[in-house]
Every structure is written in structure tokens, then in C-alpha cells.
């Protein structure tokens, strides 16, 4: 191997390995010392190997890689150049490590030789991440005489170990790659057809998950200046329990973000009253109390709980935690992938990776029931706006009369003004097992919390720290990894119903909305999903309005420093972004908008504060 090849030789060979190994996405934002791995990225996917997004902002390509994470399960990789391009991608990192999702970051940096001397665009990247990654690597520039061939492979199982959790716990990993100059040069391309030829859809085999930690390093051409230590790992490593759970009075059982199916069906086996947030993946099945929290502050029902078991990471009630910290309340949690074991109040009274229902007494029915009951008759004293596209055969009659009257009434429908309870409600209605539903860290997504009914779909959030920053990013990662991955043969299998069909709705707030507006930025000719940003604008963050600090504090300076009002106007941010836009003003308008036949489009929906 030539030496102005070296960079390039290594980016093609370490990217091939993910390839093998079943990682279809990268995602890169531009740079000059990370060029031989963008270069790279983009010859495997001329060759159909993989799919490459590219961002100009590293903070908003992050997000986009951890959108890919949690809709895919494997992770992207992300390709960032040297300096505060690193920094950029803490956020995504944050959430990623709370979150368990698996993420792999490729950061290109100096050699040695170069550090701590004052280079351009070079600080101390290696350990950057700190803690909030399972595994950091450090590799060496490779040197005028090549690299062991059987590196890079070993390199990529390590790292996808970690990332996928088989190891530990998933989550981000971090690869910090010094290249010399020359930073790009020829490569043989014949391993780009080897790769062509032997492609087969991504399974993680057996064989791969038994692979040893690497021990091989690349040869250095000059000695590192410092012995500072080249790898640091976080196994987040746990021994596995499974908890024998019995059928018990006054049980409940809590999903949270996150907590997938094994909630629901843990309920239903109990004969348990089902807490389940939205975007729990639980929202669904006939134990569901959708009242959840007005229901736990009762003593009629919250008062008589006496086993909390709980499923994810609950997120979106104060109730909850209150429940758990009340002296005698046993509470069992059931990890997930979230970084922290789930413990209000430290009176957790039992962690398990599972449950194992013991069948004994048989629940009582009249527990459950009277929950599910009490939770209807409360959503129907405050019933939702009729939804305008009612079968209109409910006026089936000769009477004219009646006819106009009916006419009327669904005339009023569609012009009654949009409330959030009327938002969410509608695009909960809209959507579809083929469609994915984001939410924003919002006050939306409270209100979806209280009043959406049970419904087996797709719903995402960034809840692992709940921070608004990265929602358009982290959605339009997920939109892609559903829609456009499936599609193309290049990525994972479309989920069942044909996700390759669907649309993915983001429902955010105002503040959301801007805070992450540079990611409606599209580059020319990159593959952009059906993607729709419905943004509840109340003209600053209303989150603010229900808490306690509203009721005390001067309206000036609270307005100023927490509710943030705003003047922007989201149709020019649409236009200057080549964005459709869509002003919705009422029912009928927000029903015809959500079924907008335009790829990407941002429907704007003025609130009341």
C-alpha cells in the first residue's frame, strides 16, 4: 500500500467490516481531516451497499443517527471532521446513553505528533464523551507500512458489540481516528465488488457475537508523544434476574417510554390496571386506563394501590413517582435500556431484567374494572370535538329537515377552532400501524398522555432526558429509517404493514419547532422521507404556564426568561427551507392537512396560551 493511501485504505476497509457486519446507515457532516471516510461512504453507497445522509450541522446529524438507532435497532454510523465538530454531538450522545440506543461515532482527529501544540481545529478528543459512552477507542494513524488486515474487522465487532448491547447495555460507542497527510489517496475499489457480490440482508450471527475483543493496533510512523490510555470501556454490565411475580389485589402495572409490548402483556396476565405513557409502545389492549392520573390522586384508587410493577421509564406524571415513594407501596422495575435504573425516592423495592407470572388465585375483575370504567366515564365528561368525516348515514332520513340540521352540525364541526386536546386527538386518529408518530418534549405530548385512546402504533420520543433539542433531526432519522431503508433493499426490512408506505407525523411545540429548525435543511439530491412537522405555535413555551413558578411570579420577567415569546414566522422558515406549508385554523383544515400528499411538509396550527 502506497502511503498517500493510507487513509483511504483503512476508511474503505473499517466501513466494509460494518457493512459485513450489517450496519446500512451512515451519516456524516462535512470536514476536511474526515474526508478519506466520507469519500469512502459515499463510493459503498454508489455500490447499493449502504444509505449515506449528509448534514452540515454535526449537532443535527447526531440526532439524525440516533433516529436511525431507535427506529432500526442498529446503529448508524456517524462520520464527524476534528474540533468543536465533536462537541456538537454531546446532545445526541445524552440522549442516546439515557435512551440505551445504539449509535457509533467515526470522529477523525491529528495524530500524536500534532496534539497539544497548538494545531488548527485539534483538542483532546479521546474521552470526550466520558461516562455517556460504552466503549471509546482510540486508533492510531496508520503508518507508511499499512495496517494488520484483520484490524479493521476486529475493530468494527468490538465496536458493534458494544453499540448493539451484547456486551452490556447499548448505546453510543465512540471511534476517535487520527489520520496523517496526505488525507485521502487511491484505494483498490475490488473490495467494493467483493462486497456487491457476497451481500446478504444483516443478521448478527452467532459467530459475530462470540468474536474476541480486538487486541491488534495500528503501527504508528512516529511514537505517541504521550502514553495516555487508547481505550475505555462502560459495560454497564449486570447480571440477568428474572422475578417471580404472583397474581396479588391491588396491583397496577406502569409503562413508561420505551417499555414495549411486555407491559401490556404483563397486565393482562395479572389482570392489572395499565398506566401506559405514549410513547411506552404499550398505548393499547383492554387493561388501559387512559385517566391514569387524575385517578391516582384519589384515594378511591390511588390510595388502595399496593404493588407498582414497572415497565421503561416513566416520564410524563408526577403522580407516578409520588405513588412509588408512598410508605406501603412494593414496587418491582423491569429494566429496559435506559442508562439509570428507574428509583423515585430511592423505594424501589426490587430490580429485574424480567418477570415470571405465577399462576395461582385468580385476579379480581372488579379491580380492573372498576379503573377501566372510572377512566372512560372521566374522558367522556369532557368528550373530544366530533371527528367531521362521521359516516354521514347517521342522517339517513327522507325528513329534509333533519338533513339541513345535520348538515349544519358537521358544517360547525369543521370550523370549531383547534384546541390541543382537538390536535393530538386528531392525529392520533390519522395514524396508522404504517405510519410512525414523534412527539416532541412539549406540552402536547402531556396532553396526548391524558386523553388518546389505546392504539397498537409506532410512537417515538426523546424522553430518555426529555430535552426538546434534536426532534425534527431524530424524526426525520426515524422517517428514514422506516420509509426510505425498506425500500430501497439497503437497510433493515420494513416493519409489518409496510412502512415503506406510511408517513411519519412529528407533533412539536413552538419552541421545539425553532430550537431545531436547521434541520429542515436538505441537501440537494439526498433522500428525503414523507415526513409531516405539526407544530402547535402558541407563541412561546405555555409548558411554563402549568407549573407553580406561573402562579407566583411577575408576568414580565416570567415571560421574558421562561415563557420566551417569539414572532417568527414559521411559513417563511418553510419557504426559505423548501418546505410545503399549511396553515390550519380550524377541524376541517387540520383533517384535510394531515392527509397532504406532499413529501415533507410543515403544518402550522396556531393555539391559544
Known amino acids: 500500500m502506497t502511503t498517500n493511501a493510507g487513509a483511504s485504505e483503512f476508511s474503505v476497509a473499517i466501513l466494509a467490516e460494518f457493512v ?11 470536514g476536511s481531516r474526515s474526508q478519506a471516510l466520507a469519500l469512502a461512504a459515499a463510493e459503498l453507497e454508489l455500490a447499493g451497499l449502504l444509505t449515506l445522509s449528509v448534514r452540515i450541522d454535526e449537532r443535527s446529524a447526531g440526532f439524525l443517527a440516533l433516529g436511525i438507532g431507535v427506529e432500526s435497532g442498529m446503529p448508524a454510523l456517524m462520520i464527524t471532521t476534528s474540533g468543536t465538530a465533536v462537541a456538537n ?11 440505551g440506543v445504539p449509535m457509533i461515532l467515526l470522529t477523525a482527529d491529528r495524530p500524536e505528533e ?26 492510531e494513524a496508520p503508518s507508511a507500512g499499512g495496517f494488520d488486515p484483520a484490524y479493521p474487522g476486529e475493530l468494527a465487532s468490538a465496536v458493534l458489540l458494544a453499540a448493539t448491547g451484547r456486551s452490556g447495555a447499548s448505546g453510543p460507542v465512540h471511534v476517535n481516528m487520527a489520520f496523517r497527510e496526505p488525507l485521502s489517496g487511491e484505494f483498490d475499489r475490488s473490495i467494493l465488488a467483493g462486497l456487491t457480490a457476497q451481500r446478504s440482508e444483516p443478521a448478527v450471527s452467532s459467530e459475530f457475537a462470540a468474536r474476541p475483543e480486538p487486541a491488534a493496533r495500528l503501527e504508528p510512523a512516529v511514537p505517541p508523544v504521550s502514553a495516555a490510555p487508547t481505550e475505555q470501556v462502560s459495560h454497564n454490565a449486570r447480571a440477568a434476574s428474572v422475578v ?25 396476565a395479572l389482570g392489572a390496571p395499565l398506566f401506559a405513557e405514549v410513547s411506552s409502545g404499550a398505548h393499547f389492549g383492554r387493561n388501559l386506563v387512559v385517566a391514569y392520573r387524575q385517578l391516582l390522586a384519589t384515594p378511591e384508587f390511588g390510595g388502595r394501590v399496593r404493588r407498582v410493577i414497572v415497565f421503561g421509564h416513566p416520564t410524563l406524571s408526577r403522580e407516578v413517582p409520588q405513588l412509588i415513594q408512598r410508605d406501603g407501596v412494593e414496587t418491582i422495575v423491569v429494566r429496559g435500556q435506559a442508562a439509570e435504573d428507574y428509583n423515585p425516592g430511592h423505594r424501589v423495592t426490587q430490580w429485574a431484567d424480567a418477570i415470571e407470572i405465577v399462576r395461582g388465585e385468580q385476579a379480581d375483575p372488579a379491580w380492573l374494572g372498576s379503573w377501566v370504567a372510572a377512566s372512560r366515564e372521566l374522558l367522556a365528561d369532557s368528550p373530544p370535538a366530533q371527528d367531521p368525516s362521521v359516516d354521514a348515514a347517521r342522517a339517513r332520513t327522507d325528513d329534509h329537515k333533519a338533513i339541513r340540521e345535520f348538515t349544519k352540525a358537521q358544517l360547525a364541526v369543521f370550523r370549531e377552532v383547534v384546541t390541543r386536546r382537538m390536535l393530538v386527538e386528531a392525529v392520533w386518529q390519522k395514524t396508522w400501524p404504517h405510519d410512525r408518530l414523534v412527539f416532541a418534549s412539549s406540552r402536547l405530548v402531556r396532553e396526548a398522555d391524558r386523553v388518546v385512546p389505546g392504539k397498537n402504533i409506532s410512537v417515538h420520543a426523546n424522553r430518555g432526558l426529555a430535552g426538546i433539542d434534536g426532534t425534527i433531526a431524530t424524526a426525520t432519522g426515524i422517517a428514514l429509517a422506516s420509509q426510505l431503508a425498506g425500500a430501497s433493499g439497503t437497510g433493515p426490512a420494513p416493519a409489518a404493514g409496510n412502512a415503506a408506505a406510511g408517513t411519519t407525523r412529528v407533533v412539536l411545540g413552538d419552541l421545539a419547532f425553532l430550537h431545531d429548525v436547521g434541520s429542515l435543511l436538505n441537501t440537494p439530491g439526498e433522500a428525503m422521507p414523507r415526513i409531516q412537522l405539526i407544530v402547535g405555535n402558541d407563541g412561546g413555551g405555555t409548558i411554563f404556564d402549568t407549573l407553580e413558578v406561573a402562579r407566583t411570579a411577575e408576568k414580565t420577567p416570567f415571560d421574558r426568561v421562561l415563557y420566551t415569546p417569539h414572532e417568527v414566522a414559521v411559513a417563511d422558515l418553510a419557504s426559505a427551507y423548501g418546505w410545503n406549508y399549511l396553515l390550519v385554523e380550524n377541524r376541517g383544515q387540520l383533517d384535510e392537512a394531515l392527509v397532504s400528499p406532499h413529501a415533507r411538509t410543515i403544518i402550522e396550527v396556531p393555539l391559544s396560551r
Do not use: C, D, Y
Not at 459485513?20 to 462535512?30: A, D, F, N
Not at 454531538?89 to 435512551?99: C, K, Q, R
Not at 488548527?120 to 486508533?139: C, D, K, L, P, S
Not at 396491583?251 to 417499555?259: L, S
Open 114 to 139: 500534532l496534539r497539544g501544540i497548538g494545531s488548527n481545529q485539534t483538542t483532546h478528543q479521546h474521552g470526550i464523551f466520558g461516562e455517556f459512552v460504552r466503549f471509546a477507542r482510540e486508533v
Open 89 to 99: 454531538l454531546m446532545p445526541s450522545v445524552l440522549e442516546a446513553h439515557h435512551s
Open 244 to 268: 417471580s411475580v404472583s397474581i396479588a389485589p391491588n396491583t397496577v402495572v406502569v409503562a413508561g417510554h420505551g417499555a414495549g409490548r411486555a407491559a401490556e402483556e404483563a397486565a393482562h
Open 20 to 30: 459485513k457486519l450489517g450496519v446500512r446507515h451512515v451519516v456524516l457532516s462535512p
